[in-house]
């Protein structure tokens, strides 16, 4: 995950006591629920904060629906826990694009009513951002980074990941983000570095990403698995080239770190809003997704924490200097990837998704 979706998250925020957190999570119930209260999950720390502010007393103020923001994530087995025991006692969550689309091929969210929805809106949102089971909040992204110390702007750079892979033509130690976890990895970098088109990623052909992968090992200093990780080696200056999170690489920029983002061929994913299925409020709770996926609401988000909105009539709102550090930016997205959580998700003869074929594989070859 990068900066606004990791660190932040994890960074626990008391807007409620951890017993209500505790309960809501588990599928239980606790005494200070309402039938008037509407339970929204806010991730944590920073980003929290910005979406209490953003989100959830403007839409109290708007609909007079009391709000309770819980400042956690669910993981798809909390969610399991609560919808198959018909005890769901949260009404909003957050989840990132893979456990979304896990969650929904199983049957465990509602489907979005977009008849609430304003057509404006709808036509402003990226495609991506209206599934039938959520919709976007925030994008972020995989981003080839320099070290302008090594690669100042004068000199020629790599702008593609194909030029990535040329150590000869660009000399220097690169970073890329590990494979351990098979739905993050450099899968379709190592594709794009052999020459496959944009629009032909998927399915991907994992041998040839091997293949492509060994050409470059060689040059890897590190294959780094945590946003902390990578942000600690961008800081202490220990490549040339990086493979890094967009947050991650703006945080360090505004810190001096002479660094400089390359937005083209960027992988972007994203997280959504999404609503358990059989909760007992799902009506109301269609009504705050809509609400917190405005262009306005996207926006004020936006300014209070650096987190790219998917509504683009958002950027209307948004300070340019500030829309152009995000990837969703029209400038930025319009040579981006865009990852396919279907894929990884889908299930061989074999038994296996292709998360854990591209685990097996990396566990293998990491140590080779």
Same mark, same amino acid.
């Given at each position: 995950?990068?900066?606004?979706?990791?660190?932040?998250?994890?960074?626990?925020?008391?807007?409620?006591?951890?017993?209500?957190?505790?309960?809501?999570?588990?599928?239980?119930?606790?005494?200070?629920?309402?039938?008037?209260?509407?339970?929204?999950?806010?991730? /944590? /720390? %920073?980003?929290?904060?910005?979406?209490?502010?953003?989100?959830?007393?403007?839409?109290?103020?708007?609909?007079?629906?009391?709000? @309770?923001?819980?400042?956690?994530?669910?993981?798809?087995?909390?969610?399991?826990?609560?919808?198959?025991?018909?005890?769901?006692?949260?009404?909003? @969550?957050?989840?990132? !694009?893979?456990?979304?689309?896990?969650?929904?091929?199983?049957?465990?969210?509602?489907? @979005?009513?977009?008849?609430?929805?304003?057509?404006? +809106?709808?036509?402003?949102?990226?495609?991506?951002?209206?599934?039938?089971?959520?919709? /976007?909040?925030?994008?972020?992204?995989?981003?080839?980074? !320099?070290?302008?110390? =090594?690669?100042?702007?004068?000199?020629?750079?790599?702008?593609?990941?194909?030029?990535?892979?040329?150590? +000869?033509?660009?000399?220097?130690?690169?970073?890329?983000? %590990?494979?351990?976890?098979?739905?993050?990895?450099?899968?379709?970098?190592?594709?794009?570095?052999?020459?496959?088109?944009?629009?032909?990623?998927?399915?991907?052909?994992?041998?040839?990403?091997?293949?492509?992968?060994?050409?470059?090992?060689?040059?890897?200093?590190?294959?780094?698995?945590?946003?902390?990780?990578?942000?600690?080696?961008?800081?202490?200056?220990?490549?040339?080239?990086?493979?890094?999170?967009?947050?991650?690489?703006?945080?360090?920029?505004?810190?001096?770190?002479?660094?400089?983002?390359?937005?083209?061929?960027?992988?972007?994913?994203?997280?959504?809003?999404?609503?358990?299925?059989?909760?007992?409020?799902?009506?109301?709770?269609?009504?705050?997704?809509?609400?917190?996926?405005?262009?306005?609401?996207?926006?004020?988000?936006?300014?209070?924490?650096?987190?790219?909105? =998917?509504?683009?009539?958002?950027?209307?709102?948004?300070?340019?200097?500030?829309?152009?550090?995000?990837? =969703?930016?029209?400038?930025?997205?319009?040579?981006?990837?865009?990852?396919?959580?279907?894929? !990884?998700?889908?299930?061989?003869?074999?038994?296996?998704?292709?998360?854990?074929?591209?685990?097996?594989?990396?566990?293998?070859?990491?140590?080779?």
């Amino acid at each position: 995950m990068n900066f606004t979706c990791a660190v932040n998250r994890r960074r626990f925020l008391q807007t409620t006591s951890s017993a209500i957190v505790a309960s809501a999570l588990s599928g239980g119930r606790t005494s200070a629920q309402s039938s008037n209260d509407l339970r929204v999950l806010v991730y /944590g /720390g %920073d980003y929290a904060k910005a979406a209490i502010d953003a989100y959830v007393k403007p839409f109290e103020a708007e609909t007079g629906i009391k709000v @309770i923001p819980i400042a956690d994530e669910v993981t798809l087995t909390q969610l399991q826990l609560m919808v198959n025991s018909n005890s769901v006692s949260v009404d909003v @969550i957050a989840l990132n !694009y893979p456990t979304a689309t896990v969650s929904a091929a199983q049957g465990l969210l509602e489907e @979005i009513d977009y008849s609430l929805h304003n057509k404006e +809106e709808l036509d402003g949102a990226l495609e991506f951002a209206k599934a039938p089971y959520g919709v /976007g909040q925030t994008a972020y992204a995989y981003v080839m980074v !320099y070290n302008t110390e =090594t690669y100042p702007a004068e000199k020629p750079r790599p702008a593609s990941w194909s030029e990535f892979w040329d150590v +000869e033509k660009y000399p220097g130690v690169r970073t890329l983000v %590990d494979g351990q976890y098979g739905s993050q990895g450099p899968w379709e970098e190592a594709l794009l570095a052999d020459g496959v088109a944009p629009d032909a990623l998927y399915p991907m052909d994992i041998d040839r990403v091997f293949a492509s992968l060994d050409k470059i090992k060689p040059h890897v200093r590190k294959w780094w698995s945590v946003g902390s990780e990578i942000q600690q080696m961008m800081h202490d200056k220990l490549a040339a080239l990086y493979q890094a999170y967009d947050g991650r690489t703006n945080l360090l920029i505004d810190q001096g770190v002479p660094l400089e983002i390359n937005w083209n061929q960027s992988k972007v994913t994203w997280d959504l809003w999404a609503i358990p299925k059989g909760g007992p409020k799902v009506q109301n709770a269609q009504r705050f997704v809509e609400f917190a996926t405005r262009a306005d609401r996207q926006a004020a988000f936006a300014k209070l924490f650096p987190s790219a909105p =998917t509504n683009l009539r958002a950027y209307e709102s948004i300070p340019e200097d500030l829309g152009r550090r995000f990837p =969703t930016h029209p400038d930025n997205i319009a040579n981006s990837i865009f990852i396919n959580a279907k894929w !990884y998700a889908e299930v061989g003869a074999d038994g296996l998704s292709n998360t854990e074929r591209l685990i097996q594989r990396w566990n293998d070859w990491i140590l080779q």
